[in-house]
């Protein structure tokens, strides 16, 4: 039988998905957001995760850190990820943000966070979501 990986070695888009995998219907999460629960990794990073995530991953309800669904180089996705959001019930208005206040996931329960080996908030550097970069 295999030892367990240890946490810190796990493969990055991995502890990605098992964090957005977190996010419950009808709330939303920022790039930044997710790169400071994970640890080690970038909002970009973040971004080209959510790019190549597998379908049990809800990417949709990863966000920019302005509550605007990021640009991508097909239209397509935008407006799945727009149709997506409307359909777990996250009102966007006619600029297409979201009202972060109001829907914005607040992270994991520190009991779950200390079981996947995830730092506790006091315990991880603070994320600025504007050094966010644009996607494009």
């Known amino acids: 039988m295999a030892a367990a990986i240890p946490h810190e070695q796990e493969p990055l888009y991995a502890r990605i998905y098992l964090v957005v995998r977190q996010i419950p219907p009808g709330r939303v999460a920022t790039y930044g957001q997710i790169a400071g629960i994970v640890g080690d990794c970038t909002a970009r990073m973040v971004g080209y995760a959510m790019a190549a995530a ?3 991953v809800p990417w949709q309800r990863v966000i920019n850190a302005q509550g605007k669904i990021s640009p991508r180089h097909d239209h397509w996705g935008a407006e799945a990820q727009r149709r997506r959001l ?7 208005d006619a600029s297409g943000k979201v009202d972060l206040a109001a829907v914005r996931w607040p992270g994991p329960d520190p009991a779950w966070l200390t079981a996947h080996g995830f730092a506790l908030p006091a315990e991880r550097p603070a994320v600025d979501d504007e050094l966010q970069p644009p996607l494009l």
């Not at 409307?86 to 966007?92: I, S, W």
């Open 54 to 56: 597998p379908d049990d």
């Open 86 to 92: 409307q359909e777990e019930g996250v009102h966007l």
